[in-house]
């Protein structure tokens, strides 16, 4: 019996130091398993910068502390977990050495705002703050010589990027060509400044046209409109592209199809309007050392419709026309990859191919909406040798105003 | 023939009560020895495993990262920032690059630069960042990689690499 007694306090002995054994083992676990657990957190996180990444503050350097800052937005995307931004380093070889920014309630020098420190779970468009001596200034940041910024969360995770973003190079067959009417190798590029006309009171083109009325319009005229529409070539076209008398600028009324205003292309414009053009708002990109039409007529072609010197026809072949035929509308190929070709011109004013001021077109109606079509005629090289080609774009739709020069009115 | 009594007397066993005490006794002596021993070995074991238990529990908490590495051609030093994340202080013991150690007079002291002392730890709490500045006598060179690793007191470690800019 006593042995079993003292067998019976060995065993329980044991039985405790299992129990307390395995109570430190629970603990650790524990430990473990909240570890991992922050852990798992941890690996949760994913902040990005967004577009453009950052912005500087508009107007003057704010007041930090004793000295005046640069302000900065820094702009992000969380598409992790809920996290909190506790520095942020920029790190560049020709702006900023070592940038160490902290958080901070008020604006100071190397600091960001402490409120924009916390990130919720999916936010996007997250706006920090931050201020930088007014010494270090962001804007020397470049695609050659980035900058580097590091956002470090609470739970030690750490995301980069350079900024500015790099430019990602166009490739070939798949580049922005932006908005407008395309066909073939020309192509009418949508701005406001795509046309705009003159008459023998309004010889200054109005750029845009509509001015304060905010639209495209042209007035009624009894007296003769030259309307000028800029056309250039598109991206990757490898050839010149010459105008012939055949294209016509044509008006159609909204509520009757029938009524049909066409507006043949004149010569090409003189230089000297051309540089008004230019110098002009939106307009900036025009190409005014082209040739300038000098094959006829006693007039010069200023922007008077009194004044039109006709396109006159040439009866070469395509294969010959751009070498026999002399003062041709050139719309030049683009000169350099991945750009479109410089913008040329192009006046219509005759209600015939080849007229002149004998056969101006005028525009008797008032007050109506009209849609527009293009039809382009012209020589092109597309690799396969010289080719007359005709096409028709269908074009803007503008309004008729009232008498007045610039129109006052429309019924638009 | 008469029986020498005395000698059947002195010839004859301890009697069953003796005997009996005498098993208790013998009984009770090795039983205290056994206890004796058991507690102390229980007592060692539960005494170490609790010791062990607690040690990983602690070095389990601790979690720090290399947040950032700076390179500096015009003072040819090298900054590193260290931050404590996890849930317990750390202290933190050497920092070593490509496998040198670099601690106590290798930094340089400047008044919020932390530093590593010869012997002890630099200790640093939950959330706190501590940058250390190393100076390089021939500069550091660029392209070269840079293996460093921050060593705790409890036997963590983190490593990173980085190429000199």
Same mark, same amino acid.
């Given at each position: ?11 329980l ?54 000295? *005046? ?7 992000l ?19 900023c ?17 402490a ?28 695609n ?10 609470a739970r ?22 932006g ?12 701005q ?7 008459t ?7 750029i ?8 495209w319009?042209?007035?009624?005229t ?9 056309? *250039? ?6 050839h ?14 909204f ?5 049909v ?7 090409p414009?003189t ?19 082209l040739?300038?039409y000098?094959g ?10 009194s ?12 294969l ?10 050139i719309?030049?190929k ?5 750009q ?7 006046a ?7 007229g ?12 109506v909406s009209?849609t527009?079509?293009?039809g ?15 096409v ?6 503008l ?13 638009m | ?10 010839n004859l066993?301890? &009697? ?5 005490m ?23 074991f ?21 947040? *950032? ?26 920092i070593?690059?490509n ?28 959330? &706190? ?34 190429r000199g800019?």
């Amino acid at each position: 019996m006593i042995g079993g007694i003292i067998f019976l306090v060995i065993f329980l002995a044991a039985l405790v130091f299992m129990l307390a054994l395995g109570q430190q083992y629970d603990v650790y676990q524990t430990t473990a398993a909240a570890m991992q657990q922050r852990q798992i957190d941890m690996y949760s996180e994913n902040i990005l910068a967004a577009y453009p990444g950052i912005t500087k503050g508009a107007g003057a350097q704010v007041s930090c502390g004793a000295q *005046q800052c640069n302000n900065y937005t820094l702009i992000l995307n969380n598409l992790g977990i809920n996290s909190k931004i506790v520095r942020i380093y920029i790190n560049s070889k020709t702006v900023c050495d070592s940038c160490v920014i902290d958080p901070s309630s008020t604006p100071l020098p190397n600091r960001f705002l402490a409120l924009d420190q916390m990130l919720n779970a999916g936010e996007s468009s997250h706006y920090v703050v931050f201020w930088l001596p007014a010494n270090v200034d962001l804007s020397g940041c470049s695609n050659s010589s980035e900058c580097r910024v590091s956002i470090v969360t609470a739970r030690g995770r750490v995301f980069s990027f350079a900024w500015p973003f790099p430019t990602v190079p166009a490739v070939t067959g798949a580049v922005n060509r932006g908005t407008g009417i395309y066909i073939g190798p020309l192509v009418i590029t949508f701005q406001k400044a795509l046309i705009t006309y003159t008459t023998n009171t309004l010889t200054l083109p109005p750029i845009p046209i509509g001015k304060t009325n905010g639209y495209w319009i042209l007035p009624k005229t009894s007296s003769g409109i030259i309307i000028y529409v800029k056309i *250039q070539t598109d991206i990757n076209v490898t050839h010149n592209v010459y105008l012939t008398p055949q294209t016509v600028f044509e008006i159609v009324q909204f509520n009757s199809p029938g009524a049909v205003d066409a507006f043949f292309t004149i010569a090409p414009i003189t230089r000297t309007v051309c540089n008004n053009f230019k110098n002009a708002t939106y307009n900036s990109d025009i190409d005014c050392t082209l040739p300038v039409y000098t094959g006829g007529g006693p007039h010069t072609n200023s922007t008077e419709p009194s004044n039109i010197v006709p396109y006159r026809a040439c009866g070469a072949t395509p294969l010959e026309y751009n070498t026999t035929c002399t003062g041709r509308y050139i719309i030049p190929k683009p000169t350099a990859p991945n750009q479109k070709g410089p913008p040329v011109i192009v006046a219509f004013a005759v209600s015939k191919a080849s007229g002149d001021t004998n056969n101006l077109q005028k525009i008797s109606w008032s007050l109506v909406s009209v849609t527009s079509f293009l039809g382009l005629s012209y020589v092109y090289d597309n690799g396969d040798g010289p080719y007359l080609y005709g096409v028709t774009l269908p074009f803007i739709s503008l309004c008729i105003g009232d008498t007045a020069n610039p129109p006052t009115a429309c019924s638009m | 023939m008469r029986i020498n009594r005395r000698k059947l007397k002195r010839n004859l066993g301890v &009697s069953t009560v003796v005997a009996n005490m005498l098993m208790i006794l013998i009984t009770l002596s090795l039983a205290a020895i056994l206890v004796a021993w058991a507690g102390t070995t229980y007592g060692a074991f539960t005494g170490g495993s609790s010791l062990f238990f607690a040690q990983r529990g602690q070095a389990l908490q601790e979690r720090f990262v290399i947040e *950032q590495v700076f390179f500096n051609k015009t003072a040819n030093s090298t900054m590193i920032f260290v931050r404590n994340v996890g849930s317990i202080e750390i202290g933190l013991v050497a920092i070593y690059v490509n496998g040198t150690l670099y601690a106590g007079s290798g930094f340089n002291q400047n008044d919020w630069v932390c530093t590593i002392p010869s012997t002890g730890e630099k200790l640093l709490p939950v959330q &706190s960042v501590c940058e250390f500045n190393m100076t390089w006598s021939n500069g550091w060179t660029s392209g070269a990689i840079f293996t460093i690793v921050v060593a705790t007191a409890r036997g963590n470690q983190v490593t990173t690499t980085v190429r000199g800019p």
